[in-house]
């Protein structure tokens, strides 16, 4: 499911912000994705986000209102990752990688990170 092959990217994108992931070591947690098309989509993600993290970076620390980047948490910036890099570089619909984003959220993070990770994208991307 696509939506496995995001949580498995979502996964690496939260390692990643901890050390350099090592992906062939990182991937065998992951779950098994069966079908080619969501390993793709998988790859294009993790392709994406190495390649743009640091501009991503810089847009994230733009749009931080009185907040220091090195304080968000880091589950709500790997969500935050993971939707800008679908949204800007692999073509999913804003309302589909914000919705996935703030779903990721209710599941891994605080109450109050599905406002703060919607507003922050939302200010992004616009």
Do not use: W
Request: with cysteine.
């Amino acid at each position: 499911m696509r939506n496995d092959a995001r949580e498995n990217a979502f996964k690496l994108i939260f390692e990643s912000l901890f050390h350099e992931v090592d992906e062939t070591l990182s991937k065998e947690n992951l779950t098994e994705l069966k079908k080619e098309e969501d390993k793709q989509f998988f790859e294009d993600i993790i392709k994406n986000f190495n390649l743009h993290k640091e501009e991503l970076k810089v847009e994230i620390e733009k749009h931080l209102k009185n907040f220091d980047y090195s304080r968000v948490f880091k589950v709500d910036l790997a969500l935050i990752y993971l939707a800008l890099t679908e949204i800007k570089f692999c073509g999913t619909p804003k309302a589909v990688a914000i919705n996935e984003a703030i779903e990721f959220s209710k599941k891994y993070s605080t109450e109050k990170s599905s406002k703060f990770i919607n507003g922050l994208i939302s200010a992004i991307i616009k």
